[in-house]
Nanobody
């Protein structure tokens, strides 16, 4: 059973930056595609970014250039660096494990709130 522990959410002003982190178990981390999804109030959960064990990535088209996903094998952690944040980025961000670069896996984190507001 995989455990995904997220951190790094919070409130930031428009134009600011945040970095989310998701830690998981060693064997699962090395085997799985990892990624981030988000869900804003009243909207469906949507893909943000995913990264494979080999380092290949997939991003939502609207977020390319502002968000960067990465994974650190030494700490078994996947990161989401979010820059130039906009109010429309406000959502609960969920870590996800498994699946493919284009589809979600079975395992989810508890979610972390990101609020972009002045």
């Amino acid at each position: 059973q995989a455990q995904l522990v997220e951190s790094g959410g919070g409130m930031v002003q428009p134009g600011g930056s945040l970095r989310l982190a998701c830690a998981t178990s060693v064997s699962f981390f090395r085997a799985s595609v990892m990624g981030w999804y988000r869900q804003a109030p009243g909207k469906q959960r949507e893909l943000v970014a995913k990264v494979s064990g080999g380092g290949n990535t997939n991003y939502a088209d609207s977020l390319k250039g502002r968000f960067t996903i990465s994974r650190d094998t030494a700490s078994n952690t996947v990161y989401l660096q979010m820059n130039s944040l906009k109010p429309e980025d406000t959502a609960v961000y969920y870590c996800n494990a498994g699946g493919s670069l284009w589809s979600s896996g079975y395992y989810w984190g508890q979610g972390t709130q990101v609020t972009v507001s002045s």
